[in-house]
């Protein structure tokens, strides 16, 4: 898998395995204790998910987060 390096490839990947796992929006957010608008609007806009949420959905979707060194140069400029 790709590294991740924006919130929209989280977005992406989130919903990519939901696909590829053949679960509803509605079935994942009902587990993830959202509505299923919200869930979609977290698929959409992944900025707003809380550490709690993101790891309940890692956990429901059967992902991980692994954190690494990057290859590269670090980035001197940083937005928060």
Do not use: C, Y
């Not at 550490?51 to 001197?76: E, W």
């Amino acid at each position: 898998m790709n590294p991740i390096r924006t919130p929209a490839q989280i977005g992406t990947a989130f919903r990519s395995r939901r696909k590829h796992l053949k679960l509803s929006q509605a079935t994942v957010a009902s587990q993830l204790g959202v509505s299923q608008s919200r869930l979609s609007q977290l698929e959409s806009n992944p900025e707003v998910l809380t550490v709690a949420q993101m790891l309940t959905l890692m956990s429901i979707l059967g992902l991980q987060l692994n954190v690494d060194k990057s290859r590269g140069t670090p980035s001197t400029k940083v937005e928060w």
